[in-house]
């Protein structure tokens, strides 16, 4: 008969499995488009503009239109901020047309290969299905957690034993447990808000036609708010305010509001004078996002018309609101400093789950491989031949960004070419005589190359004398480093193994 715990280690070890490799592919991508804005401002080549004060909303909007962007009927500006590097203007359909650097207004021509990985963690290139296929990921990762706790001692000890004296399983294994204990919570923030993101939504869509069989939309209206109505504009004098001036009256009305977008609705009527402005943000101690945080003002003289907040609505609607700001790292509203800490403690975390990934499955093949003596079983390769060739084509892309010309960057070849990159790595593992080698090899010239792209990123800047950025080096220098350790770990293994035979 198997025990209760017995069938929780079958269960983590099954799910593991089958779900390990994709899974890290998830929380791989997740951690680059956390890091996605830096990463724009990381692969400008050269600094035009230097450091200096953000330009104002006039100003942003003059730069624009000299490239030929007007901020037209249900145009947006999304203002430069900690979740998006420069000023970008949009329109209706939110397709973002020009960026512009916050400091000199000059346009940044953006990297199209930035957004793969970050397409890649919302939708897997498949749109609202593939959504759905994530939130999925999120489950999978959820039984994980709870079955691997499970079957785990969960003795005080094991919170920091980590033998390294053992030879490279026990190493991996004491790693494994480790990130399992230490990063639990946050593993579990990963696991229920990337499961309701997706799910959540797709319920909206199929509870709506019954909740309201006629209008099934009126369900957004509900959840969003209505817009108010501009009403007639003032008749003493003009009172014309710029949209500074109404973005700083804002501020002064809701001190505790950060504005991250700015839309101008026109009105229907010939009148211009009734136009509306939308500034959309978050406000501070409230976990939402400027889908749901909206001011209103009249656009002729700046008269407040209404604010639709996320706070209005009940306590299970608001949970369902806050699901996106936590898992995708959007602390703005715990204020620019605990914020920053935050996200960079969910991107340490995130990549912490990737190790744990990675290292379960290696456990896992180690253990199939000693119990049916099979080195050929074609599906350990694949999952091992996909993680690492991600990791590996991630690097060269890296490495590109910063050795390549601007114009070949905006080039849609670039995608093609970390296709290349991440299918030439895993047929590599996949053909390897020796698939630890191969793996351990690719891991070490993956960490060589982004430690490579860090320093030439590096040099760039300190010539020009200033050096934006230097966390993201930071942290990408590290990571190079700690891929060069798997190598380290392998040849100490086979030295342990060798010594231990000779006796």
């Known amino acids: 008969m198997m025990t209760r715990r017995k069938l929780a ?4 070890r099954g799910a593991g499995a089958l779900f390990g490799a994709l899974m890290f592919v998830v929380l791989f991508s997740g951690c680059w488009s956390l890091g996605h804005n830096a990463l724009v401002e990381w692969t400008l080549a050269s600094p035009k503009v230097g450091a200096g004060p953000i330009l104002s909303i006039e100003q942003l909007l003059r730069h624009a239109k000299a490239q030929g962007v007007d901020f037209d009927d249900g145009a947006t500006l999304i203002l430069p901020g900690a979740d998006h590097f420069g000023a970008a203007l949009c329109n209706q359909r939110q397709a973002c047309t020009l960026l512009l650097h916050p400091v000199s207004g000059a346009p940044v021509r953006e990297v199209p290969a930035l957004s793969l990985l970050k397409d890649l963690h919302k939708s897997l290139f498949a749109g609202f299905p593939g959504r759905i296929a994530i939130s999925l990921f999120g489950l999978a990762l959820l039984v994980l957690c709870v079955a691997g706790l499970w ?9 920091r034993r980590f033998r390294r004296d053992k030879g490279l399983r026990t190493s991996v294994f004491d790693l494994h447990s480790l990130i399992g204990l230490w990063a639990l919570p946050w593993l579990l923030l990963f696991a ?22 006629q209008m099934p939309r009126q369900v957004f209206v509900d959840l969003m708010g209505r817009m108010p109505a501009a009403g007639n504009p003032s008749t003493d004098g003009d009172g014309k305010l710029t949209l500074d001036e109404i973005l700083a009256n804002d501020q002064l009305r809701t001190p505790g509001f950060n504005a ?23 406000q501070s101690g409230l976990p939402s ?15 407040w018309l209404g604010d639709l907040t996320s706070g209005s609505h009940g306590f299970w609607t608001r949970a369902f609101i806050a699901v996106q700001p936590l898992h995708f790292a959007q602390y703005d509203w715990l204020g620019s400093s605990w914020g920053s800490v935050m996200r960079s403690v969910q991107l340490l975390m995130g990549l912490a789950a990737c190790v744990l990934c990675a290292s379960g499955l290696f456990l896992w093949q180690r253990r199939r491989e000693k119990v049916q003596r099979d080195r050929g079983v074609p599906w350990l390769r694949v999952s091992q031949g996909l993680c690492v060739g991600l990791v590996a084509a991630t690097a060269m892309l890296l490495l590109v960004m910063q050795c390549a010309p601007a114009d ?14 991440w299918g030439a790595a895993a047929l590599t593992v996949l053909v390897s005589p020796s698939r630890l080698h191969a793996t351990t090899s690719l891991l070490t010239a993956a960490g060589g190359v982004t430690a490579l792209a860090t320093v030439l990123h590096g040099l760039q800047w300190w010539r020009q004398g200033i050096w934006p950025g ?4 930071a942290l990408l220098f590290t990571c190079g480093l700690l891929l060069m350790k798997p190598q380290r770990w392998l040849v100490q293994s086979r030295g342990l193994r060798e010594s231990h035979d000779s006796l």
Request: hydrophobic share 40%; aromatic share 10%.
């Open 9 to 12: 280690q079958e269960l983590h």
């Open 151 to 159: 079957t785990h001692s969960r003795r005080w000890r094991d919170f």
């Open 289 to 303: 996002t400027a889908v749901f945080e909206r001011h209103f003002y009249r656009r002729s003289d700046g008269l």
């Open 408 to 421: 070949w960057l905006a080039d849609q070849r670039l995608n093609a070419f970390f296709g290349v990159c």
């Open 260 to 282: 991250q977008r700015l839309t101008l609705h026109r009105a229907k009527s010939p009148v211009r004078s009734s136009d509306m402005v939308e500034l959309a943000g978050v």
């Open 470 to 473: 230097w966390q993201l080096d």
């Open 192 to 213: 229920l808000t990337g499961a309701l993101s997706g799910l959540g939504a797709l319920g909206t869509l199929l509870l709506a036609p019954q909740v309201y069989p």
